[in-house]
Every structure is written in C-alpha cells, then in structure tokens.
C-alpha cells in the first residue's frame, strides 16, 4: 500500500503527465489539468489508468466533474487512498 | 457468478413481433439474458430475460402509480448499468416512453453537464427521471427546479407502492423510444421511434445484414444513449432472444482489452464499434497480449458511427490475428439514429473493400471515377478513396439526389434521401425540423452525401456539417455558441467545422471567429478561454483561428455559408504553410493593416 504524502503525489503525478506533450515544463499544484494541459478524453482516460494501477484504487469517472487542477486530483486521490484503508 | 448462456431450446424468432412487450414475452419463454462486466472484468450482473420481465413488469406497476399519462416521458441517465435495461422495459409494459440521456462527463464539467441534462430532460418533457447513485446528484441538480412525478435513483422508484391491475402495454403505433442524436444543448433533437418501426429494422438487420443464428452472442462497450448501443446491443438481442456482454463505456476506453477478454471468454460473435475504438484497442494492447485471446468465434465486428479509414483496421486485424480474429469479420455499416440504426451492411465474409477514385473529378463534378492508384502514379492525377459500406438493406428505397432534388445516376455523388418502414416518425414535437427532414411522401434527407455504385453505397461527405470526433456528433453551432459567449464575439462572428487533422486520419475542430481585438494578449487569452470551453463540454481540443472581420462568407439571404468557410480556412492554412519564411526585415512596413492570425 502507498504511504504518499499529498505533495508526493503530485510529484508523482507530474511524472505521469510528462508523458502528454504539452505538459513538459510548467507543472505546478495549480496547473489545471484541462486549460492548461489540453488534456483530451483519451489522454485523460491513459492518465486514469496510470493512477488507478500506481495507487490501486478506482477512479469514478464522475469524480472529474469537480476537478480541475493537479491539487484538485491529488487530494481526490488521497481520500481515496483513506477510504480503501 | 455465472453469464447466461449462447444457446437455448427456444426457437430463433428474428424480431417479428408486433411490439416489444411482445418480443420481451417471447425471449421469457428462453434462458438467454443480459451480462454486465466491471472494469476488473469480472461478471457483476446477470439476469435471464425471465427475470428481466419479471423485474421489469413489477416496476412498471411501480410507475403506474405515478399517475402519468399513457405516452409520457420517463429520462433515464444511460448509464451502463442493469437498471437502466430494467427501466427501458419497464416503461414499455407501463405504456410510457423512455428517453436515455447521455452519461459521460468532462474534467471540471460539472456545471455543463447539469444545464445539458435539464435541457434535455425540458425538451422531452419527461415526467419522472432516474440516475444511478453515481449520476444522482446531478440529476438532483438538474431537476431542482422542475416539478416531477418522480426524480431518484432506480431505489426510489422501487420504493413506490405497485398498482394492482392489467399493466396498459403498448400498440405497434406507440412510441418505443426517444433517441437524442447528439449531446447538444441548445439544438437537441429527440428523435421518435415507434415500436414497429424499430421491429422492421430489427427484423431487417438481423434477417439480412447480420443474418442471425441459434448460438450468435452479443458483446458491447458502446453507450446506452448512442443508437448502436441501445438498438444493436439492448433491443436487437432481445428481441432475437441472444445473450449479450455489457462492459461500461468508461471501463472499455480506459481498457480496451477487457473488451477484448470479454469477447474471448465468451465466445461472442458479434460486436460493433466506430473505427476509433479499434484502433484504441490495438494502441493500448502488447502484441503478446493476443496470444492469450481467442477472437476465433467472432464473425461480425461491425464498423460504423464515422467515416471509416482502412488503415485502423487493418492495424487491428494484423495485431489479432495470433488470436484468431479474422479480417473478414470487419462490416463496414452505415445507419443513423433516425433510420432506427441500420441502412446498409457490407456483405459477411466480404473483405473490407476500397473503391479508388479521382479525386479532382469528385471535387469538381461530383463524379466517383474509378482511377488505378497505380495508374495515378507519377501524374498530376490523385486517388480518393471511399470505404464500401455495402449493399441497402432490402426494405430500403434509396435515392441520391442532387442540390434540386433530382436523382442522380450511379457513380454521381449527391444526398441520400431513404424511404421504408425503419425511418422515425420525426423529431420530438420539432415540426419545423421534421419538415426539413421528411417529405409529405415519406423521404428522409440524410444530409449525408455519398453515391451508389454496381448497388453498394460509399460514403463521400457526413451528415452536413456535423463535426464527429472519437465516434461521437457534435454539432457545429453548439461550438459556436461557446465563442459567441465571450464578450466583444457577436452573433455573427463565428463558423465550426470539422477538417482533416495534419496526418489525414483524424478529423479535428476549427472554431473560426471574427475578431475586432488587436491587443495580442488579449487575443490569446481568448483563444485559450474557447478553447477550454470546449473541452470543459465536450472533451475535445478544438483549433481557434482568429480572423479579421467580414472573413467569413454569408450565403444571399445572410446565412453563415459554414462549408466555404471551412474551404476558406484550408485555403489560408495551406497559403501559411507554403508561403516562405521571409527575413524580419523583408516585412511590409504596413503590417498592422495585414491581416493578423492567430492558429492555437
């Protein structure tokens, strides 16, 4: 089970976004994760799946209805992370 | 858990029935039903069509004592789930008519969606409205204001007391459903299919495109508010008493291949799904991934929903054959929602077949010329090439008719206009738009362009104007309706259209709007603000061209003229691309009174 902190999971989720070309550079807590990043639905969908086997949890894709920035997602994950404890 | 079997005693009756109720009986009678599979894989769900209409019939009495009016409108958020296939028939043994809506949301979408799902829930003006828990809380949102019969997840309703009595039914006449074509806001358009209607197009698909047999399963990730997800993967098994393999829409693109492991393991023959999926499949599996499948009992994969280009499926048919998937269990189709689904099917065991045409000829006359690509080589001469999505299925007449509405010979490409017992009765109390769409003697105008050849259809142009990305319509003034609403954009500042993307293989939305602004920053940040409108909405990147005014071209009578428009961009995209890079100084000294683009 993953003991991350919320600031190491942002860590780690700025490595997941690496991946997506407009995301090289500028990562910070606040970058959001649609404007910023153009994020489409199928880069979204490969970050979900990132997420869900690093971490091991489910990701209900209603959840993204409120999230917009990497914070946002990082602290959805940590909640997440506590329910499955 | 166990899934419901392949096969049964109970003698394939291929969709004649008067009404689905009748058809739901039937199937009662079998031990064939519905399958649902998580995002591990595994089975969660599972009812034989017995229980199905048992569950269904004591539900319908449930929503009988909600007083509405034989006909009314029950909205039901289509999500995957075994509740939203006990709704549908039960509002069809209740006599009331259901109306999936869309279950799929954008990142930071949460605002959008609610004012999507209101909107359709005003414009079909349903009485009662269901979502599952996951979706509940937007519904809630959604209905706050409005005074329903019944709004809740599928445990409020069946907390409702059931009425005693005969359940009132359906007649051939009654409306089975209402299908919303797009997820547009502003502009929905609830098509009306009556329950004979979609039994002729049953009974024709599976008769003579699919050619159904005892032991054919079904297996699908496709939406429940998408035509072929609720026709060909609800409806058709039905009402052609086969099992059938559900996996959410989320779960499959999130992993392609659980689709995949669901049609190995149980040995489903018929599936479907727009060119794009493929392709997400066979990007997201390692080849050796195949040599744990077996795709060998899969003989239909049908191929729809958007233009289809070969290379995807070839891409696909090479990585799964070590699984014994078989190219020729690609079927190219071609079906819209108002048509039921389905139009026209390629022929089985047909490969996929190209047809090579001039391309010059096309585009000025309108003429499919057949050209050799080898015989085009090395001239000025270019090939086109058109997907052959085969012949009509046989209760369809079809016409291809030119801009005045006279037909067109064979090999001539103009719209195609289709007559027969599968076609809508119209959209949901939109008079104006169904008199666009259907003649007094039965025609439908598919605005779709394409032309006959040898009997087979090829298609050249989608549905005017519609933009299709990733399989699913967006109509162009729904884009437009997200610029206009930036300050300093007016009415008729802006045009929406699909073009082809830099590699060809995708399609990609433009949003061309006219801008008065020259404060360079101010003109990004608007570029930017569009742009994640559209994404917030819709889930899709768009491209933002800014333009000077009067750029884009009106029709006589004022109309925004959106194909030239879209011809216009290309023009200036490819006038940019080819022009060459001057040095700084060789600049005109004007060059504020240049126009100034902005491409994001």
Not at chain 2, 71 to 95: D, I, K, N
Not at chain 2, 328 to 339: H, I
Not at chain 2, 355 to 365: L, T, V
Request: include cysteine.
């Amino acid at each position: 089970m993953s003991t991350e902190t919320q600031d190491e999971i942002i860590e780690t989720l700025y490595g997941f976004l690496e991946r997506f070309p407009k995301a090289t550079g500028n990562l910070g807590p606040d970058t959001k994760l649609a404007d910023d990043l153009s994020l489409d639905s199928v880069n979204l969908m490969e970050l979900l799946v990132e997420i869900e086997d690093h971490y091991d949890i489910g990701l209900p894709l209603n959840m993204m209805a409120d999230i917009t920035t990497i914070r946002e997602l990082a602290a959805k994950i940590t909640q997440l992370i506590e329910d499955r404890a | 858990m166990q899934a419901t079997g392949s096969s049964h005693d109970l003698a394939l009756r291929k969709a004649d029935f008067s009404t689905l109720c009748e058809a739901l009986d039937y199937a009662a009678l079998g031990t064939t039903g519905v399958n649902f599979y998580n995002a591990k894989g595994e089975i969660y769900a599972s009812s034989t069509y017995t229980e199905l209409r048992n569950e269904a019939m004591e539900l319908a009495r449930r929503l009988m004592g909600l007083g509405i009016e034989r006909g009314g409108r029950v909205a039901l958020v289509a999500e995957t789930s075994p509740h939203f296939v006990r709704f549908f028939w039960a509002c069809q043994y209740a006599g009331l008519v259901p109306v999936p809506l869309p279950a799929t949301i954008q990142i930071g979408g949460h605002a959008a969606y609610v004012t999507q799902l209101a909107q359709l829930i005003r414009n079909c003006g349903a009485s009662a409205a269901m979502a599952t828990a996951e979706w509940a809380d937007f519904l809630a949102e959604a209905v706050a204001d409005m005074d329903l019969a019944c709004a809740g997840t599928p445990e409020t309703f069946d907390a409702l007391a059931p009425v005693a009595g005969d359940l009132p039914g359906v007649t051939p006449e009654s409306t089975a459903y209402i299908q919303y074509t797009s997820g547009s806001t502003r502009f929905p358009r609830g098509v009306v299919i009556d329950q004979k209607t979609v039994l002729a197009n049953i009974r024709d698909m599976s008769a003579n495109g699919l050619k159904l047999h005892e032991g054919d399963r079904f297996s699908s990730w496709l939406p429940f508010y998408h035509d072929m997800g609720l026709v060909a993967f609800i409806i058709m098994p039905m009402a052609t008493q086969r099992s059938v393999d559900f996996l959410g829409t989320h779960d499959f693109a999130m992993r392609p291949r659980k689709w995949l492991e669901m049609m190995s393991a149980n040995r489903a023959t018929i599936t479907s799904a727009p060119p794009f999926a493929y392709e997400l499949a066979v990007m997201r599996i390692r080849p050796r991934d195949a040599e744990g499948l077996d795709l060998s009992a899969l003989r239909v994969a049908c191929v729809g929903a958007e233009m289809i280009t070969p290379e995807p499926l070839e891409r696909f048919a090479e990585v799964l054959a070590p699984a014994g998937f078989r190219k020729t269990a690609f079927l190219p189709c071609y079906g819209m929602a108002e048509c039921s689904l389905g139009i026209s099917f390629l022929g089985l065991d047909e490969e996929v077949r190209i047809d090579h045409i001039d391309s010059e000829d096309m585009q000025h006359d309108g003429i499919a010329r057949p050209l050799d690509p080898a015989e085009a080589e090395g001239t000025e001469r270019r090939v086109a090439r058109y997907v052959d999505c085969g012949a009509l299925l046989p209760t369809f007449d079809i016409e291809i008719r030119d801009e005045n509405g006279r037909p067109l010979p064979e090999r001539h490409a103009g719209v195609i206009h289709l007559r027969g017992p599968s076609v809508m009765s119209g959209y949901f109390q939109d008079p104006e738009m169904t008199r666009e769409a259907l003649s007094a003697d039965g025609w439908l105008n598919t605005g779709d362009i394409g032309y006959l050849a040898g009997g087979r259809l090829f298609l050249t142009g989608r549905k005017k104007d519609m933009i299709i990305i990733h399989g699913r319509n967006i109509w162009p003034q729904d884009l437009e309706h997200l610029a206009k609403s930036q300050p300093g954009v007016s009415y008729n500042d802006v045009a929406a259209f699909s073009v082809p993307s830099g590699d060809g293989r995708h399609e990609e939305a433009v949003i061309v709007v006219q801008c008065r602004e020259r404060d360079e920053i101010k003109r990004a940040r608007l570029v930017k603000t569009i742009i994640g409108m559209v994404r917030s909405e819709f889930g899709i990147d768009c491209r933002v061209e800014l333009v000077p005014t009067r750029t884009l071209p009106r029709t006589s009578s004022g109309k925004l003229a959106r194909a030239r428009a879209r011809l216009d961009h290309m023009a200036r995209q490819q006038a940019a691309a080819s022009v060459p890079v001057q040095p700084a100084t060789a600049q005109p000294e004007t060059v504020d009174e240049a126009p100034i683009r902005y491409i994001a």
